[in-house]
């Protein structure tokens, strides 16, 4: 009967331990406020906020930190892979199932001023947030205005005409430069460098017209458009070969490419098919033919397939 006595207050012992266990498990999961009133739940430690981090434009966002903010703490991170996670309750406080909180992601490196964010809510065990995306905080300036453009503004030109400008922005956008002849767009370059001059294909025009045009460059959130400028068409000279006189001064007998004031002497229109090393323009002849070893002035006869003087 004592050995039976025993056995009983053993089992009695045992089964007071598994209770206290079980207690022990619900209390860690269960809290009662102290008015008796409302219900919060606790999940079991550690519960994770998880999710995913890229930079608009795509590529993961390693190496960027994490913080999730709530009232109840403050959990830190970094990307790796594209991805990042904080166990809520592993180190710290658990947090109570419906607290608020918000996801803080910041680029490093070269994407420093980078940050993306979302919110959620604690609820359930696994918390989702998703991709997260992160763009550039800092503000963004308006493209300048297109300027230098070629033709001048009221220049007389020879159709077909090349139209071009120099564009530039303040923040180093890549740009879309959009040319309007006429109030018609013409032609389009989706990316164009910041600082550089983009210019169109050879357009054709009637002999004797006048054109109105103008260049809108976009960065991708703002515009602007240059001033408007005029060019007009002359006819079409015929092409002839001309004759011509012209004196070349070289400062350094290194001197290879020299530009010179020309004369026409005459005109020999029945060689126009000819080619020829030498082009003109109004005022000066560019010689393609190099001209050097000699320091001092030199007067040579050139052939040019075009005159216009």
């Not at 300036?141 to 922005?169: G, M, Q």
């Not at 389009?188 to 002999?207: I, K, L």
């Not at 020309?262 to 090393?277: G, R």
Request: aromatic share 12%; net charge negative.
């Amino acid at each position: 009967m004592i050995k039976n006595r025993k056995n009983s207050k053993k089992s009695m012992i045992v089964a007071g331990f598994l209770m206290l266990v079980i207690l022990s498990s619900v209390a860690s999961a269960v809290t009662i406020n102290h008015d008796g009133g409302e219900q919060a739940f606790l999940y079991p430690v550690p519960h994770p906020i998880y999710g995913t981090a890229v930079y608009q434009g795509g590529g993961n966002a390693d190496g960027a930190t994490v913080q999730v903010v709530s009232i109840l703490g403050v959990l830190n991170t970094v990307v790796a892979s594209g991805a990042w996670q904080v166990d809520c309750g592993d180190p710290g406080p658990n947090w109570l199932a419906g607290t608020a909180f918000i996801v803080w992601v910041n680029g490093t490196g070269s994407y420093v001023g980078w940050q993306g964010t979302a919110s959620g809510t604690v609820s359930g065990y696994y918390n989702n947030m998703g991709e997260i995306v992160l763009r550039p905080t800092s503000i963004n300036n308006p493209p300048n205005k297109p300027h230098d453009p070629i033709p001048a503004h009221d220049e007389w030109v020879v159709s077909p005409v090349a139209l071009s400008v120099v564009v530039d922005d303040p923040d180093d956008d890549t740009l879309a430069v959009s040319f309007f002849v006429d109030g018609e767009i013409v032609y389009t370059q989706s990316e164009a460098e910041s600082g550089s001059r983009v210019t169109t294909p050879n357009q054709a025009f009637d002999p004797n017209s006048s054109h109105d045009w103008y260049v809108v460059v976009d960065d991708g959130e703002f515009s602007n458009q240059s001033d408007k400028w005029q060019f007009h068409i002359t006819d079409q000279p015929e092409t002839s070969l001309a004759f011509l006189a012209g004196l070349i001064i070289n400062k350094t007998e290194y001197d290879s490419y020299i530009t010179f004031e020309a004369l026409l002497l005459f005109n020999l229109p029945l060689f126009s098919s000819f080619q020829y090393e030498i082009l003109s323009n109004n005022e000066k002849i560019l010689i393609q033919k190099p001209y050097f070893g000699f320091v001092g002035e030199k007067v040579i006869f050139v052939l040019a397939k075009e005159a216009f003087l």
